[in-house]
């Protein structure tokens, strides 16, 4: 499994990005995806998930109403759309592909995780 994430780029206080998760080895359709974010000096931390079908999408508190996760699984891709971004959005993101079908908020639920993308959100 090689999972890649990718889209991250520099965007301004109240912009968009939409980040890509692939996986160029194997089908990840059974799983659950989630993706984390790791700011400098901090711990990584969860964003988002969603299950296997798309059918239950979950986010942290921070992220709600601003991102939306959805995936095209004839694709094997998983985005991450990320609207009215904030300073604090500024982080490393990684996506992740999960134990099972429904996502969780634990990094130990995750399997396999692609290396990372930088978004940095500036004024």
């Known amino acids: 499994v090689q999972l890649q994430a990718f889209g991250g780029g520099l965007v301004q206080i109240g912009g968009s990005l939409r980040l890509s998760c692939v996986n160029s080895r194997r089908t990840t359709s059974n799983n659950a995806v989630g993706w984390f974010r790791q700011a400098p000096g901090k711990e990584r931390e969860f964003v988002g998930t969603i299950s296997w079908n798309g059918g239950s999408v979950y986010y942290t508190d921070s992220v709600k109403g601003r991102f939306t996760i959805s995936r095209d699984n004839a694709k094997n891709t998983v985005y991450l759309q990320m609207n009215s971004l904030k300073p604090e959005d500024t982080a490393v993101y990684y996506c992740?592909?999960?134990?099972?079908?429904?996502?969780?908020?634990?990094?130990?639920?995750?399997?396999?995780w692609g290396q990372g993308t930088q978004v940095t959100v500036s004024s």
């Open positions: 992740a592909s999960g134990r099972s079908s429904y996502g969780s908020t634990r990094t130990s639920d995750y399997v396999y």
